[in-house]
T-cell receptor, first 112, second 112 residues
Framework: GEDVEQSLFLSVREGDSSVINCTYTDSSSTYLYWYKQEPGAGLQLLTYIFSNMDMKQDQRLTVLLNKKDKHLSLRIADTQTGDSAIYFCAGRVSGGYNKLIFGAGTRLAVHP | DTAVSQTPKYLVTQMGNDKSIKCEQNLGHDTMYWYKQDSKKFLKIMFSYNNKELIINETVPNRFSPKSPDKAHLNLHINSLELGDSAVYFC???????????FGEGSWLTVV
């Protein structure tokens, strides 16, 4: 089955770019997602990318997908303290029903 | 307006009790889910209903029983609560064959 892996921690300086990486195993995953979870809060859908795309940009967020290497990344430009959160990568299992397999989450800490 | 709402947000209860968490979505979606997030922030799907029919049932103890009275509601009932049931339970919804899955704010369950 699908397995999704992420590095657990990332620390960046305010104003720098953050890059959060994710690898997945199921090459037939049709959609890949990024969710954000702030402390004590729910999961916020940030963006998603379809598997036939290489890149998707949405304001400060850029998603890159390398399907050959099964590698997904989320770049946050001009990182702010409000971006401090846990970022989850998730793959949608092939076969329908929108079953998501989540990575363990990357805790992003933004410091002045 | 909250799209996916769960109640209660916080619940502290004793071992052996029976409790329910309710979920409602006002997005007109036909598919709803329950996910569990453990103390290490790991998220895993438990159940999914499509048009009130159970379509995903992961390896979950049968003390957990989902109930979907209609497409807009998916409740989670837990019998004989155990310490290991302490977690955050997230409800989510989506429209079948669409790619966006929206999560509620989570219900923090603590069993003492």
């Amino acid at each position: 089955g699908e397995d999704v892996e992420q590095s657990l921690f990332l620390s960046v300086r305010e104003g720098d770019s953050s890059v959060i990486n994710c690898t997945y195993t199921d090459s037939s995953s049709t959609y890949l997602y990024w969710y954000k979870q702030e402390p004590g809060a729910g999961l916020q859908l940030l963006t998603y990318i379809f598997s036939n795309m290489d890149m998707k940009q949405d304001q400060r967020l850029t998603v890159l997908l390398n399907k050959k290497d099964k590698h997904l990344s989320l770049r946050i430009a001009d990182t702010q303290t409000g971006d401090s959160a846990i970022y989850f990568c998730a793959g949608r299992v092939s076969g329908g029903y929108n079953k998501l397999i989540f990575g363990a989450g990357t805790r992003l800490a933004v410091h002045p | 307006d909250t799209a996916v709402s769960q109640t209660p947000k916080y619940l502290v209860t004793q071992m052996g009790n029976d409790k329910s968490i309710k979920c409602e979505q006002n997005l007109g979606h036909d598919t709803m889910y329950w996910y569990k997030q453990d103390s290490k922030k790991f998220l895993k799907i438990m159940f999914s209903y499509n048009n009130k029919e159970l379509i995903i049932n992961e390896t979950v103890p049968n003390r957990f029983s989902p109930k979907s009275p209609d497409k807009a509601h998916l409740n989670l009932h837990i019998n004989s609560l155990e310490l290991g049931d302490s977690a955050v339970y997230f409800c989510a919804s989506s429209q079948e064959r669409r790619n966006t899955i929206y999560f509620g704010e989570g219900s923090w369950l603590t069993v003492v």
